[in-house]
């Protein structure tokens, strides 16, 4: 493509570092099938880890915070297992196969993710999102199809000679962090993602460096032994400390948003970033023609849309999801109102028995009273009229003779 390439091919075919075509033929499929395998298991991963944080979330934590409770979940460890496994597997692949063929394979991730959602986490896969999978496989064929199979560097000098062009990326890494993130991740799920994606493709040219290393050392040794190279452990340690990196923000956009939304958004923009980081490491688009650089080109927009299909169906979905709570507050709504009601009533029937209690008891108690007064009052009268009767009979008595003195 450039003289510089030309250059590089030529000096490869001469150094005993880089493998013969056979060698390469052959580590490339080894590379291809590490690379299958691994997506694979990171696919299964990432919703096991999100059946983790969303069985904390309805325990009331909050991972998006900074709540670390996830570590004593177990779908989450499980989650975590898978992981280290494609990513031992990943790293494999990259040791083999360069990085423009390996990255665009993980669309397996992204169709085994939204297979296995729609059975662990009930995130329904609907037609639109099946036409997506089936997009994104294409894509990742026609990009496989036409990127080279041999690795760029060998050693770990070759990789330092390269290593330290692709700024941009801790440029962008930077404003994200100091930046985006403190007043656009909880409302945008870009921002967690594109941190992820960041660290992911300096995680992914590490991985180049040193996994190619280690297959120059194992198929050269002793005389090629590159943990001899002093350069080896910083970029060992470096690629691990991007692995942490990687895995937190991941945690942080799952815990904040949907794995149908969140994965195929990571993975368009890892893949991006990955195959710019690669340009720009090498100072050179990796394809050996110009019909195959725009055959990559495009399968990566044939990604790019199935990726966005899956998002829209389970945008789609979601949205469903969400009417179909707004109906549920609104009857749990109306159902707490006639509760309400239903109390109030029966509040007021309890006053009502109680007042009319209360006036039957007054009632009573007045008519015994004015009954007991009416019976005095009779008694007032006969005790009056026996008085003025026993008058009247003395009276009469005294103007009797007998009674009368002489």
């Given at each position: 493509m450039t003289s510089g390439?030309?250059?590089?091919?030529?000096?490869?075919a001469t150094d005993p570092s880089h493998p013969p075509a056979a060698a390469?033929?052959?580590?490339?499929?080894?590379?291809?099938?590490?690379?299958?395998?691994?997506?694979?298991?990171?696919?299964?991963?990432?919703?096991?880890?999100?059946?983790?944080?969303?069985?904390?979330?309805?325990?009331?934590?909050?991972?998006?915070?900074?709540?670390?409770?996830?570590?004593?979940?177990?779908?989450?460890?499980l989650g975590m297992l898978l992981l280290a496994i494609g990513e031992v597997s990943n790293f494999g692949a990259y040791a083999f196969s360069p990085a423009i063929l390996v990255t665009p394979l993980g669309t397996l991730s992204v169709v085994v993710s939204a297979v296995l959602a729609n059975y662990f986490l009930k995130e329904r896969l609907?037609?639109?999102?099946?036409?997506?999978?089936?997009?994104?496989?294409?894509?990742?064929?026609?990009?496989?199809?036409?990127?080279?199979?041999?690795?760029?560097?060998?050693?770990?000098?070759?990789?330092?000679?390269?290593?330290?062009?692709p700024v941009f990326i801790g440029a962008m890494l930077a404003v994200l962090i100091y930046y985006a993130e403190p007043r656009y991740a909880r409302t945008n799920p870009f921002v967690y993602v594109a941190m992820s994606s960041c660290g992911g493709?300096?995680?992914?040219?590490?991985?180049?460096?040193?996994?190619?290393?280690?297959?120059?050392?194992?198929r050269d040794?002793?005389?090629?032994?590159?943990?001899l190279q002093w350069p080896m452990y910083p970029l060992i340690l470096f690629m691990v400390l991007t692995i942490v990196f990687q895995i937190t923000y991941l945690n942080?956009?799952?815990?904040?948003?949907?794995?149908?939304?969140?994965?195929?958004?990571?993975?368009?923009?890892?893949?991006?970033?990955?195959?710019?980081?690669?340009?720009?490491?090498?100072?050179?688009?990796p394809v050996t023609s110009l019909d195959s650089g725009a055959s990559i080109v495009e399968g990566f927009l044939v990604l790019v849309a199935g990726v966005m299909l899956l998002y829209m169906s389970n945008l789609e979905e979601l949205n469903k999801i969400e009417a179909e709570n707004v109906k549920i507050q609104a009857v749990d709504t109306e159902v707490t109102d006639l509760d309400t009601v239903l109390v109030d009533r029966e509040n007021r029937e309890s006053v009502r028995r109680s007042l009319s209690q209360s006036n039957d008891a007054r009632s009573r108690s007045s008519f015994q009273q004015h009954r007991q007064r009416r019976r005095s009052s009779h008694l007032n009268e006969e005790n009056g009229a026996f008085l003025v009767n026993r008058d009247a009979v003395w009276a009469e008595k005294e103007q009797l003779p007998q009674y009368q003195k002489s």
């Open positions: 390439s030309s250059s590089a091919n030529s000096s490869a390469a033929a052959w580590q490339s499929a080894v590379g291809i099938s590490l690379a299958l395998a691994s997506n694979a298991f990171i696919g299964a991963s990432v919703v096991f880890r999100k059946r983790g944080l969303v069985d904390l979330a309805s325990s009331g934590h909050d991972i998006a915070s900074g709540s670390n409770a996830y570590l004593r979940n177990v779908y989450w460890w609907t037609t639109l999102g099946k036409l997506g999978c089936a997009l994104c496989i294409l894509g990742v064929v026609m990009i496989v199809t036409h990127a080279p199979t041999a690795q760029t560097t060998a050693t770990v000098p070759e990789f330092i000679y390269h290593a330290f062009q493709s300096y995680l992914v040219l590490s991985a180049q460096g040193v996994g190619s290393s280690i297959v120059t050392t194992v040794f002793p005389e090629n032994n590159q943990f942080k956009a799952m815990a904040a948003y949907s794995t149908a939304i969140i994965y195929p958004i990571h993975y368009v923009c890892f893949t991006g970033m990955t195959i710019l980081s690669t340009a720009f490491l090498f100072r050179e688009f």
